[in-house]
């Protein structure tokens, strides 16, 4: 029933901007951490923002200075915006929300990504 959906992405030139979003449904999320991950062709899914239900965000150092995550107006949503775009951040970009539970389980679940190609 959980369910993330991604938009915004896109073709931009480098140097260019995009901004992401991200709206999950199917449950309240309460203390779910929600994040952005991407994926080049050919290598790994990593990190690339997230932002804890208290505003707290962390950066891939990739990204530091460029990109911002935060919340819309609803908990329900995350965004991305993403400046200075250079052709390494090429890749599919993933929202997920994930929560730790009470004996260590977690819920963790991912949209199905959105396409962000940056090229001249």
């Known amino acids: 029933q959980v369910q993330l959906v991604e938009s915004g992405g896109g073709l931009v030139q480098p140097g260019g901007s995009l901004r992401l979003s991200c709206t999950a449904s199917?449950?309240?999320?309460?203390?779910?951490?929600m994040g952005w991950y991407r994926q080049a062709l050919g290598q790994q899914r990593e990190l690339v923002a997230t932002?804890?239900?208290?505003?707290?965000?962390n950066y891939a150092d990739s990204v530091k200075g460029r990109f911002t995550i935060s919340r819309g107006n609803t908990k329900n949503t995350v965004l991305l915006q993403m400046n200075s775009l250079n052709p390494e951040d090429t890749a599919v970009y993933y929202c997920?929300?994930?929560?730790?539970?009470?004996?260590?389980?977690?819920?963790?679940?991912w949209g199905q990504g959105t396409q962000v190609t940056v090229s001249s």
């Open positions: 997920n929300t994930r929560r730790i539970n009470a004996g260590g389980s977690e819920n963790n679940y």
């Open positions: 199917g449950s309240n999320f309460f203390g779910y951490i």
């Open positions: 932002i804890t239900p208290g505003g707290t965000t």
